[in-house]
C-alpha cells in the first residue's frame, strides 16, 4: 500500500490523517483514518481517532491533560496509531505538512537541510505556527526515516496578490530587504490551480462553475481568522498581512489595531523607548508579539477560547449598551463587526461580482449564530435569506458543502467543510515527481 500521512499544525490543534493512494485514481486518495487534537492552547486537549475504513466506522475520544504542545500531541497520536490501528509504518511513504509561512516558496517543497532552515527562518514570521510544524516534521524525520517529508504553505495561494495590495506603505527599500510585505494566509495551495485552494474546488464544483470563474468571499474562521476574496479562482485580497496576526480577531490573537497601540498597552511609553532604542527592538518587539498573538482575541475579552461557550452566554439580539456589558455579546459583536467589515470592503474589491459568501474553519462550520447574524447583514447585498431549518442543523448534514441560504434566486450563502489535509495528501498524490 502507498500511504501518505497528512498533517495540519493549526494554532490550537494538531490535524493528521492517513491515506492511501489509488494509482488510478491519484485524484482520489482514500482516506483511512483521521485525528484531531483540538484545544492544545487551552488544556486539557481533547483527542479523537477515527478509523474511516471500517465499517461501521469506530472512533473515540479522550480528554489528554498530558498534551501541552504540537510535539507531544503528535508523539500521542503516533502511539495510538501503533496500537489501534494495523498499519505498518513502513508502508507511509509521504508526510504532508502544512506550514503556514513559506516566505517567497511558492510551490509545495520536499523538506532537506535547505528547506528546513528556510522555514526555521520564518519562525518568527508565524509565531504559532512554524515552530510548531517544525517540531512535527522533526518527529516524522526521526520516526519514518524512509518517507518523504513535504511542506505545502498557506501562503502560496496568494502569491500572485496584486502588489498594491500586498504592499504595505512604508520605505520601500526596507520593505524589500526584509521581506516586508502582505503574504496571507490559511490558502493551503499546491501547483496551479492552486485554498483557500480546497474551497474554491470543491464550491466551484457545487455551483456548477469552472474554478477559474469563481468569484467568492471566503471567511475561514477559526482559532486564526481571515477572510479572502478570489476572482476568478485567485486570491486579490485577504486580511492576514506579513504575519498570520492581522486583520480579524482570533481566539487569542489582536487581529487590526492601531500599530501604536502596543507601546501604550504596556508599561513603557513611547517616549520612554525613544531614549532607548535597545530595549524597544530586543525586549519589547518580543513581548508584543506575545501579548498580540497569545494574550489577545476573543479570549482575552471573555477568558475562553471556546467561541460556542461565547454564543451561548451571549444576548445575541441588537446590541445596547446594557447587553454589551456582558463581555461574551461585546466579543460576539467585535468579531461580526470586524466580519462585516472585511465581507464589506471585498464586495467593492469583487465589484459586486460575487457568486457566494463561504463559510469554513471551526468557527464558521459551526457557529449558527455568526452566520445568523452575517447573513442579516449582508441581505441588501442581494443574498438569499438563511434557510434556518438548514443554519441549525449543518452537522447533520452530510458532504462538503452546505447551501444554507432559502433557494430564491439570491447569492448564495454556503458553509464548507475545509480538510486541508485532503487538499495536501490530493496534490501530493498527483504529483508525479514525488511518486519516481
Ligand atoms: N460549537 C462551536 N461553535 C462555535 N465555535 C466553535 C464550536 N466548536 C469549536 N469552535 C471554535 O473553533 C475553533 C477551532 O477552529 P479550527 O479551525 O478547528 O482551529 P485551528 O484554527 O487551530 O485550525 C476554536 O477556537 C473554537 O472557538
Ligand atoms: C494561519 C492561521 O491562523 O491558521 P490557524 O487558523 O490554523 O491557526
Ligand atoms: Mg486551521
Redesign the pocket.
Known sequence: MSLILAV????????ISLFQRLPREPKTPRLLLSS?I?????PPAKFTFNHASTTPCSAYSSSEPSIRDHESAFAHFLSRLKEDATIDHQEIQHTCHRVVHGGDYRDPVVISEQSYHHIEKLRDLAPLHNGAALSVIKTCLKTLPDALSVAFFDTAFHKNLPRYVSTYAIDQKIAKDRGLRKYGFHGLSCKPPPLYAFIKRVVAKHLHKEEDALNIIAL??????SACAIRAGQSIDTSMGLTPLSGLP??TRAGDIDASLIFHYTSESPSQLSHNPAIANQVHMTKAEEILNSQAG?KALTG????????RKAQLSAPSSSTLDNPHTLAFQVVLDRVLHYVGAYHLALRGKVDALVF???????????RRAVGEAVNFFGYSAIDERINGVV?DIEGIVVDIGKYDGGKRMLVCR?D?QMEMARECSLAEEFWN
Open positions: 495540519n499544525a493549526g494554532s490550537s490543534s494538531l490535524k484531531s483540538s484545544s492544545i492552547s487551552s475561514h474562521l477559526g482559532s486564526g481568522a482570533g481566539a476573543w475562553t477560547t471556546d467561541f460556542g461557550e461565547i454564543t469554513a474553519g471551526g468557527v464558521g462550520e459551526r457557529s449558527e449564530e455568526l452537522d475545509t486541508e
